[in-house]
Structure formats: C-alpha cells, structure tokens
C-alpha cells in the first residue's frame, strides 16, 4: 500500500529560481494538504484541497506560492523567484474525509535557497 | 487566540521513565486535539487523539490528558524506551480541516 509521496526529496536552488514540488496523495483520498516546516517549528499551514471545491489558500505566505491539483490527485506547489526564507521542508498530506482526522503526511521536500 | 503553546522544547528522559509534554490552547471553540510523532526525514504520524467530552485517553504506553477548565492537554509516555525518540506535535482544530501546531518537542530517551 503506497503512502503519500513527494518528490524531490532534496531540491537546492539559487535565489531568484522558480521551483515546483510535487505531491501524490493515498489513491482514492479526497483531501491534500500543504504545509511548511521551518527549522525547529511547527507546521505552517499553506493551502488546502478538497475534491472539486475551490482550495483554500489562506495559508500561501505570498503571491510568489501557488499550487494546483490535477484531476482530483496528484498536486504541484509552485515557487517563484525564491528567496532565502523560502528555505524549509515542504510537507504534503492527505485525508479521506473532509475533517481534521487523521492526515497522513509524506515525506516532504527539503528546499534549500543560496 | 489561535496559538497552540507547545513545552517543553526539548526533553531528556531516561529510559523506563515517564515522559510529559504540554500543550495551551485559547480558542475553545477548538474540539479535537491530535498528537502527532515525527522522526527524522519523515513526515509527522497520528499518534492519538482526544476530543474535549473526554478528560483522559489511554493508547498503550501513550495517555492523552485533557482539562478543559484549563484550556490544556498533555501528553504522557510511559516507560519510555529510545525508539521513543522523536520530535512531538500537539495541535488543535475546530472540526474543520485546519490543524493549529504546536512549536514541537524534540524527545530523546537515554538508554
């Protein structure tokens, strides 16, 4: 049974690149998740998908972020023009139910910016 | 009002002992307030969770206590052993789909 995935694992970029981030929730899962972990925090909701609703993007830092899901599954968080600051991990997760229960999460990307 | 306030940081336990993480809250209308256990290089995992009509919920070693007067939740580990070793999150929703994280806890048991 596949878990979440997220590729790439690692991603170094140079400032002022655009990057994108991929994410391929649990088949058959209606709710994915993004969210950014710095260094010794918590998760920092981005933005929120579910089914063919309009996603919540109320968590996106700045106009820089944006992020797509493609027919119901596999979704694309988009940086442009990145900053230092925009170093993290990326984390995706995904959910059968609307809810807050249960979130499984991948493994995340680890962005790094020079 | 939204924070969740996670202590301690950090937290050394010797193995067999009891560990005990804490977590603030302000919103009460906040109802489900899950644990979440991450290792390095993983993603977090449900580790358990409480709803507020509860003040206690036992998963094996792990207990969740709740007081609701106080607007706090707590997590204890009994008999903790090294595989315990992990970062922690408390988080707190109001049964929508958004998750309000603590800051974490790095845990590490001393064999």
């Known amino acids: 049974g596949a878990g979440v995935s997220q590729s790439p694992s690692n991603k170094v970029t140079e400032k002022g690149k655009d990057v994108e981030l991929r994410c391929d929730p649990i088949?058959?899962?209606?709710?994915l998740y993004w969210y950014r972990q710095s260094l010794g925090q918590g998760l920092e909701f981005l933005i929120y998908f579910q089914g063919n609703s309009a996603p919540d993007k109320s968590g996106l830092p700045s106009d820089r972020f944006s992020a797509e899901r493609t027919g119901g599954s596999v979704s694309t968080l988009t940086i442009q023009r990145t900053q230092q600051e925009d170093s993290a991990v990326y984390l995706c997760a995904s959910s059968s139910a609307g809810g807050p229960e249960t979130q499984y999460f991948g493994p995340g990307t680890r962005l790094l910016v020079l | 009002q939204q924070q969740v306030k996670q202590s301690p940081q950090s937290l050394i336990v010797q193995k067999g002992g009891i560990s005990i993480i804490n977590c603030a809250y302000e919103n009460t209308a906040f109802d489900y307030f899950p644990w979440y256990q991450q290792f390095p290089g993983k993603g977090p995992a449900l580790l358990i969770a409480?709803?507020?009509d509860v003040s206690e919920k036992k998963e094996g070693r792990f207990t969740i206590s709740f007081n609701k007067s106080a607007k706090q939740f707590s997590l204890h580990i009994m008999d903790s052993q090294p595989g315990d070793s992990a970062t922690y999150f408390c988080a707190a929703s109001y049964s929508n789909y958004q998750l309000i994280w603590g800051a974490g806890t790095k845990l590490i048991i001393k064999p």
């Open positions: 409480i709803r507020p």
């Open positions: 088949s058959g899962h209606t709710a």
